[in-house]
């Protein structure tokens, strides 16, 4: 009976436990940024440096500012415009522009299926013989890399529950398997750890299950 209620305790506290470190790491992180900043506007003034409690909630009034700033941005021409210089500004920047242009690109894939790429849902056998996983189909040539490539293809395998960290493996085009999932549908299994399962509709096609 304790075995029971304890597994069903981690079950219940998981989702919220992973959820809070992922917004604990993001938070820890805009108030390094902030810190500094604001210790120096404090000795600006002479005033003691702010203590831990201060940055935290400076930090997090900053966070709500900035999403709502760039939310409204993104709603109207002249921020777009202004993110899309941002954008360029980084594209220039050495080192900065392969992380954040390689980020930037494989989200907008995973989101849009830009150019043609992460928009297929195949299964793969990975990591190795016998195991098998979802990935998305990043493109269908792979003679740049291969010598007789053509009939390989490049698939990126998201990890869980972060599916920007996954890997990119080439593969023989007979040994994958195509799945009737959409993008999105196969990304929300991956985050979920595969807790989340489509559901199989009348019609035969699939669809991700309502959350209660």
């Known amino acids: 009976m304790i075995r029971k209620y304890l597994l069903a305790g981690l079950i219940t506290l ?16 805009l108030a390094g940024i902030f810190r500094g900043p604001l210790t120096w506007a404090a000795h600006q003034i002479q005033m003691p440096d702010p203590p831990a409690w201060g940055l935290s909630l400076f930090s997090a009034l900053a966070t ?23 954008d360029e500004l980084m594209m220039y920047v050495p080192v900065v522009k392969t992380i954040y242009g390689a980020i930037r690109q494989l989200l907008g894939a995973i ?28 493109s269908r040539d792979c003679s740049w890399a291969i010598p007789g490539g053509q009939g390989m293809i490049a698939v990126y395998v998201p990890t869980s529950p972060n599916p920007t960290s996954g890997y990119v ?42 959350q209660p």
Do not use: C
């Open 14 to 29: 998981l989702p919220l436990v992973v959820t809070l470190w992922i917004l604990k790491g993001i938070f820890t992180t």
């Open 64 to 86: 709500v500012l900035l999403l709502l700033l760039v939310g409204a941005l993104v709603g109207n021409f002249i921020g777009r415009q202004l993110l899309a210089w941002l």
């Open 111 to 138: 989101q849009s299926g830009h150019g043609g790429s992460f928009k297929e849902v195949v299964l793969v056998e990975w990591p190795y013989p016998g195991s098998y996983t979802l990935g998305f189909v990043a």
């Open 169 to 210: 493996v080439m593969i023989e085009a007979t040994k994958v398997k195509p799945v009737e999932l959409s993008a999105d549908q196969a990304l929300t299994w991956a985050v979920s750890g595969g807790v989340v399962v489509p559901a199989r509709t009348s019609t035969g096609s699939f669809r991700m299950p309502e």
